[in-house]
């Protein structure tokens, strides 16, 4: 009996966010006395996945077949279900991101298995197996036990540091038997968004909503997000007017982030913002009105014009960056 894991990847590059979620899978694993195996699908050179160890795994299963090579979520549940089966594995691990979405649902019911969707804890197993998630866009918590014999959990990104040890996974080959009807959806084309800090894996975020007044006036914020290594991101309003693309639209319909680090500049901080931010551990708010609603969110808060505060804020940022080197 393992603890498993899904880590996805991209020819064998695993992003940050695979890391915290097989040292989650470890952390369980341990909890439960028993070992963490991460599943790897798709085509990826073998001496790439041993790394995986370093967050805990000490086996990956490595299902190489190259219709795997993109989402597929009927032949990627089919796959992990094959692994869990073959590990006995009573706790199955995903990410809460596109890929775990469409997949551990769908996993939770082929195997009869309680599933909490973003966890933010560990589980609590001293009076059953419970664990923590946001609810109501983030103004509440559920704390749910699942009660079933096998559980699936999907991990917020970003809810935990991520701390690389020095081991190393035994990689096996794992095969597993699929039909055509398995591969139903196909993927004609990848668009990749490049040359950014991706949002999800941004531990710095800096945001602009409408009090931007116009995509002509984001300069400043890309110089600040330059200067911080920060992704970018945005309110809704600035996406569905073209100022900037719809990737960076943050909240409740947008991208739900949990940076360290989250700067909103001319957001009003509506609930269905805040939804998708949080969760971020420090939230900096630059507004002009005194009242604006995100104040009571914010753990920094700068009353001004954004005109007038990013300039500094970047000459601030730029004489302490010197001030280190
Ligand atoms: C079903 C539904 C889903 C939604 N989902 C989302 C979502 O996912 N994400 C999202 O963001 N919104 C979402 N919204 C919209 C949301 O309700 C708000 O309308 C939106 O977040 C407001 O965006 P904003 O703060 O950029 O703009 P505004 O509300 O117009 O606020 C602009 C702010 O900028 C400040 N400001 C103006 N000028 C300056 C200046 N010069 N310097 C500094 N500050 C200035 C103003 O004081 C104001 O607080 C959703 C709404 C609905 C109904």
């Not at 941004?202 to 909503?209: D, I, P, R, T």
Request: glycine letters at 10%.
């Amino acid at each position: 009996m393992s603890v498993i894991v899904l880590a996805e990847h991209e020819n064998g590059v695993f992003k940050k966010k695979v890391f915290e979620a097989v040292q989650y899978a470890a952390g369980i694993a341990q909890q439960q006395g028993t070992t963490a195996t991460a599943v790897v699908l798709g085509e990826a050179p073998a001496d790439a996945l041993a790394q995986l160890g370093v967050s805990g795994a000490t086996k990956v299963l490595h299902v190489a077949d190259a219709r795997l090579n993109t989402l597929s979520a009927k032949a990627y549940t089919k796959a992990l279900a094959a692994a869990a089966e073959k590990e006995g594995a009573k706790v199955i691990v995903a990410l809460h991101d596109v890929t775990g979405k469409a997949v551990a649902p769908r996993l939770a019911a082929k195997l009869k298995a309680g599933l909490v969707a973003g966890a933010i804890s560990n589980p609590d197993t001293s009076n059953g197996f419970t664990i923590k998630k946001a609810v109501f866009s983030g103004k509440a918590f559920s704390y749910i036990n699942i009660t079933s014999d096998v559980k699936v959990i999907t991990l917020m990104p970003n809810t935990f540091p991520v701390k690389k040890g020095d081991g190393s996974a035994a990689v096996e080959a794992l095969d597993v038997a699929f039909d055509d009807k398995d591969f139903g959806v196909k993927v004609k084309e990848v668009n990749k968004v490049t040359g950014e800090v991706p949002l999800a894996e941004a531990e710095l975020v800096v945001s602009g909503g409408r009090g931007m007044k116009g995509p002509e006036n984001w300069g400043p914020l890309e110089e600040l997000a330059h200067e911080l290594g920060a992704g970018l991101a945005c309110s809704r309003p600035v996406a569905d007017s073209h100022w900037r693309p719809h990737h960076e639209h943050v909240g409740q319909t947008g991208g739900t982030i949990r940076p360290n680090l989250y700067i909103a500049v001319g957001i009003s901080g509506a609930i269905q913002h805040l939804a998708g931010v949080n969760g971020s551990k420090t939230i900096v708010v630059i507004n002009k009105d005194p009242e604006a609603p995100f104040f009571k969110a914010a753990d920094y808060g700068v009353v001004g014009d954004a005109a007038e505060v990013l300039p500094r804020l970047i000459d601030a940022v730029k004489k302490f960056k010197a001030s280190q080197n």
